[in-house]
């Protein structure tokens, strides 16, 4: 049996088709799909089962849907327990995001190329980008590995902090909870309690990991937001939550009673708040496009220049320096956007994604078997749907256990 920290331990419920095709006036457009070549194929053939899908997605779409489809492998790899798959996928991600998306000048120049929104290649919202450093950095913390998965984490937080409204901006809590928990294993305590304090800002009751805590239990739910096009001509994105899951909440079994599970992070509302780009404002009702992603660019521009003021740097380390020189990008970002962009929606999204997040730091042993079953929105148990793990330890003396209702059918041990 392994120990919960109580304090918050109290029934807490959430009350909360890989799109690929560009809305346009006329319709849909259809792209085509490219023939395989022979290694191709055969790399395909070479991959496990549950993979293939995906793998013949990604070099028939090609590069204008490949962040997508190396998301899409990478978190069902994850899920399925091929981790060095996983790794591979999503670092390959995190690097195509990085072209764009960095505080770089190559990277800068390639965010001033702005065109059609549906022809550009995906490289995702600031939600969907996060999640491929969070996944990453599980991975990380699986290997032992507790400064890169830190920094991954971090670096979850500055793509986070991409987005035109400042308000929403690093308020991403899963990834300083693991931004923290990191910083913890690699006995820098300072930066540890740094970390946490930012967190209870946007989560007062998190459980914050005691000493002999040696433990982390994560749990996913639900399925991922929707982006869909609205209005004439589809030309407003508009975000939906996922639809068809009845699991909003999850506990685990801790000898012979059930412990809730506490929901660190709603995936919704990082893409309905904060998803990103100005479009949001047609949705809000504010339909002047391009005058609110310039008076946008205005307003962020001031606020770097504050924080500045404020001492707060990057290069000062904490997550919050870093989401003020993320926010310093995108005021550029949101200028370029104002002058050159067409305003049609572009609705792909990340559909492997889960709905929430669920966390709780723990005392377990290696090999400890953990059970997990799911809730509804009633506090109700959802029939069927259960998931089984066990704590895996990563030589150095902490542990991680991944639940989820979305486990594919088969799984690896890489």
Known sequence: ????????????????????????????????????????????????????????????????????????????????????????????????????????????????????????????????????YLYLGLVYLEEGDYGNARASFLAGLLQDAFAEEEQHSTDFAVLLYLAGWSAMQMGSDQLAKDHFRELQLYRPDAPIPEADDNALLIVETGTS????????????????????????????????????VYPMEDLYFQASTRGGRAIDRIVEGQIKFKENTRAVGSNLSHISQDSTLAGFSAAAGGALGAGFAAISLVSVAADGMSAASNTRADIRYWAGLPDTLHLM???????????????????????????????????????????????????GNQ
């Open 1 to 132: 049996m392994w120990f919960i920290d109580r304090r918050w331990s109290q029934p807490v419920l959430a009350t909360l088709v890989a799109g690929t095709l560009a809305g346009c006036a006329s319709g849909p457009k259809v792209y085509e799909r490219a023939t395989l070549a022979a290694p191709e194929q055969a790399l395909i053939d070479a991959k496990p089962e549950p993979l293939r899908a995906d793998f013949r997605n990604l070099f028939e779409e090609g590069q204008r849907n490949k962040v997508l489809n190396l998301m899409e492998i990478g978190v069902k790899a994850y899920r399925a327990g091929y981790r060095q798959e996983a790794k591979n996928t999503l670092t390959q991600a995190r690097l195509e995001i990085e072209n764009v998306y960095a505080d770089t000048d190559a990277a800068r120049k390639a965010r001033s190329i702005w065109y059609e929104e549906a022809e550009k290649d995906f490289k995702g919202e600031p939600y969907e980008r996060a999640m491929v």
């Open 225 to 260: 937001p929707r982006k869909l096009g609205d209005g004439v001509g589809h030309y407003q994105l508009v975000y939906r939550r996922g639809k068809g899951f009845r699991d909003v909440a999850a506990e685990v079994l801790n000898g012979e009673q059930w412990s809730p």
């Open 361 to 411: 730091p723990v005392t377990a042993a290696d090999g400890e078997p953990v059970t997990v079953r799911f809730l509804d929105q009633h506090g109700q148990v959802v029939s069927g749907l259960t998931d089984s793990t066990e704590f895996k330890f990563d030589g150095r003396g902490a542990g991680l256990a991944f639940a989820t209702s979305r486990r594919p059918n088969s799984g």
